[in-house]
Structures are given as C-alpha cells and as structure tokens.
C-alpha cells in the first residue's frame, strides 16, 4: 500500500515547492501536482487530503542530549528561578511531593535571570536549607557549572584536596568549599546521586524520543554515553532501538575525554556493534574543550572583560585534544569538539589541521556551538571544510551578555552562522536540550530574527548575520544529514529520500516573523507512518 499527500505546500528544496506526493515502503515515490500524483492512484492506498498545509521535511536535531532530557523533564525544574530563595523553595515542594527520592537532581538556574541585587551562585549552604540528609545536585542551565550540598560534596568525595583534570572546585571569599563546581568536576558531583535502574534510564529516554517526536524532530544526534561506563550505555540505548519502541532516527555521539576510556571502546564490540545505518547509527567521537559563555567557563584568548581574574576553563589540555583526535582520524571516527571561546575554537582548528596534514576533512571532523570566533577563524573553518553544528537560540540569552564577556570587536565577528553558511561551511543547527528546549521553531526564529523572544533588538543582533527560512530549514533537515553521511537520503522530500515529513499548523514561509515560534507540528510521520499527531 501506498501513501498520498495531496492539496498541500509541500517544502522540496530551496525556491520549490509541489502540492503532492506519495509514499512508498518508507521512502518518497514521487512529487509533483495533486492531479499527476492522483493519477497513479490505486483501490489500496492511503490517501491524505493536506488542506493546503505546509510541509516540511523532518528536523535533524545534530546535537542534543536526548537521556538528559528525559531526566530533566522528571527533575527538579530550575528554568526561569528569579533568586536563590525560589530555588530553595522549588527544592523543598520537590521534595515534598517525591518523598521516597534519595536524591535531589535539579537543572536550570541561570544567575544572570536573579532579580536581586546579588547575582551570586548558590552554595552548599543554601542548598543545606533544603536537605542536610539526601545529596542534591543543582546544574546551571549550561551543564558546565553544578553546586551540591555538604552531603552531595561528602559522597562525591570531594574534600579542601580535591583536584580534578578539566575542572574546578570553587571555594568562597573565606577560603572554603562553596559547593560550586565547573566542567569535569559536575560529573563528578552528579555521581554523588543514586544511579537508577536500566528501565528507568530506558523510560526517560523513551519519553524524551516522543517529546522531540511531537515537535518535529524525526533524527537526533545525540551524546548520551561516556566515560567509563560507556558499554552499559550502549547497551540499554541499543535494547531501545532493538525493541522497536522509539520511531526516532538516532546517532551517536560518544563522549571520552580520556583516552583510555577511548581505547577501551575502540576495543569493545560497540565500535561495529548492530547498528542498522537506518534508525540506529554509530556516530562520533564528541569532545568538550571548554564550557559556557554564561557561566565564563568558555575557553577565551584573553580575560573576560567582565571578570579579568579568568580566561574560563581548559576542560582538555591542548596534547590530550591532539592524541584523542589523532586516534579518532587513525580509526576512521569523525570527531565533533564542544567549542564556544574563541581560545578553545583556536585550538581545534589547530588541533584539527594537525591531524589532517593538509588532506580533505573528508570524515567531516566538526565544531559543536563554535560562537566567539575571530574573522581568521572562520576564514578556517571555511577553507578546512570543517563542520558546525550551531544553535541559534542561545541568542535569546547571549546576546544579552555577549559584549559584556567578550568585549565589543570580538562580539562583531561571533554567532556568525550566516556568513559561515553563505560561504558555503557545512553547517548545521541543534538546541543541545535540556539546555534548551529541543523546539526546532524557537531555533528557527532565533536564526532568523536575530532576536530574543521578546522581539529584541529591533532589527536583530547583527543583523548581517540572519539566514532566511528556506536556508534555516535546509541547515535544519538536509544539512544535519551531511553530518551522518546521509545527505542523499535524509533531509529533503523528493523521490529516494526517506519519508520522513511533518505537518505544520501555520505556513511558516509566509506568516510574521514573530509568530515563527508559536508554530506547532500537527503530524509527524517517519518512513512515511504516523509517529505523532497533535489531539
């Protein structure tokens, strides 16, 4: 049997559009006018009058945390907390209606939000005011800074002699352990919470696949394995896609920031384990070289001008960046580097010419964020054909603070997603949820607007720097299929391609700017199936 969409706006490549199309076993058959594609019409197929909705084909979110936002959406939610007294608060009512929790995990604070005179971080102290019994773990909104009670920070292990490489324990005026910690350090503050159980893990990974489903999203490239513990990861994600429970394309994106923990995974069956290339591939190798710009944990070349004590944090030495990648090119495994400063943006690039010697990037080695850049550098990630995998819609916070961290001429030549995409870089764009709602339209809007959600500035933050929404959509569908070496199969609604499509409540192409975020999918269909439809 066949599927066949008729009377739409179907949304095929930049500049055109046709009304119909049809579906055959998973892939898109044919497109063209409703008449010529009612004319192959059989007794047995579907046939699906659009209304003259607009379609567009499935987003690839490349890059994401796909577990963790699962966990976030069953946490302590700290989105939008206006002080640390609310935090204090949210915590105790958590904990009043999850009486049996061992363990308080909370995400989402964001200092910079506080309407008090102090911005200052929370501590150990105030989190104490919640619980002194159970552990309870608050990561900022960024993921890159975390604070524990005193009973978080005892299980954890951290003491006053504490180090940990590719991190910092913070300390307050008085010299003593505050509870803050930054980059590798969080991790280890997380661990200090009880594990849950394989099925627990699977069910919140589920309901995260079904959320981003709802809005759009049918591909995801995802870090949700690392460090040590990677094969039991693998193993439970693997079972998800086994079990055929999750209609979502799926892409690894493994973290080892130590090269031993690497070399046991080029060792282990997971390197060519069952991966069907289909809904389940293999992936890369994701490193994290720095932190957030809010957070001034982002790498800079020089002080923040807002706080010249630092230039962020290192999260991997300049050698250790180099033996990981250079492993990774000798193994054939493309590498992806977390890079928002434009010092950890500069060792990449170099890191990344080191290892290529001058030959094509033909494994498509990228940059994820890769927002304060130099002019220089993004002559080099054009010339070096490396990728970027950016989010846009860090702009609704970001360019709120851009210039205060970085100074104004730095500022001028950052987020510069359009001049990277109009000379021709392979770049591509993602939320990284939790850390922002994986909603593929506040992205859109944001890439296209240059503007937070409030309609500021008016005109945009460098302006020069909007995309349209045809190159938005592009970077979102049929250029995240480039980072999987899937571009011509994925990402675009014309024959051979994958049916993988989504139906819009509004036309995006031709509604007000300011309404780009209220869009809402009313179907989302993978290999041409129903795998949402709005109630």
Known sequence: MRTLLMNGKIYLEKGRFEEALSIKEGFVEAVGSTESILATRRPQDEVVDLRGKTVLPGFNDSHLHLFLLGEAMTSCNLNGAVSIDEMIERGKVYLSNNKKEKGIHGRGWNQDF????????????????????????????????????????????????????????????????????????????????????????????????????????????????????????????????????????????????????????????????????????????????????????????KPYADDPATKGVEALKDDELQELCQLAQDSGIPVITHAIGDGAVESVLNTYENVLQGKSNFLRHGIVHNQITTKNQLERIVSGGIAVMAQPVFLDYDLHIVKKRVGEELAKTSYAFNTLYQQGALISIGTDAPVEDSNPFRNIYAAVTRMDQNGYPEGGYLPKERMTIEESVDAYTYQGAKNQFQEKIKGKLLPGYYADLIVLDRDIFTINLSEISETQVEITMVEGKVAYMKE
């Open 114 to 301: 506080f309407k008090t005179v102090d911005k200052r971080l929370p501590s150990r102290e105030d989190l104490d005011l919640i619980s002194s019994d159970i552990p309870i773990v608050y990561e900022r909104v960024c993921g890159h800074v975390a604070v524990g009670n005193t009973r978080a920070m005892e299980l954890a292990g951290i003491t006053e002699d504490t180090k940990i490489p590719g991190g910092t324990i913070e300390r307050n005026p008085e010299g003593i352990l505050s509870g803050v910690v930054t980059e590798n350090a969080t991790q280890v503050l997380v661990k200090s919470l009880s594990q849950k159980s394989k099925q627990a893990k699977k069910s919140q990974f589920i309901q995260a696949g079904k959320y981003v489903l709802s809005q759009g999203i049918t591909s995801v490239q995802s870090c949700d394995v690392s460090g040590e513990d990677f094969q039991k990861t693998f193993d439970w994600i693997r079972e998800v896609y086994e079990e055929r429970v999750l209609p979502l394309r799926y892409r690894h994106q493994f973290n080892f920031q130590r090269i031993e923990d690497f070399r046991r995974y080029l060792e282990s069956e997971h390197l060519n384990g069952r991966y069907d290339d289909e809904f389940y591939q293999k992936g890369s190798l994701k490193l994290f070289k720095d932190g957030s710009l809010g957070g001034r944990t982002a790498l800079l070349s």
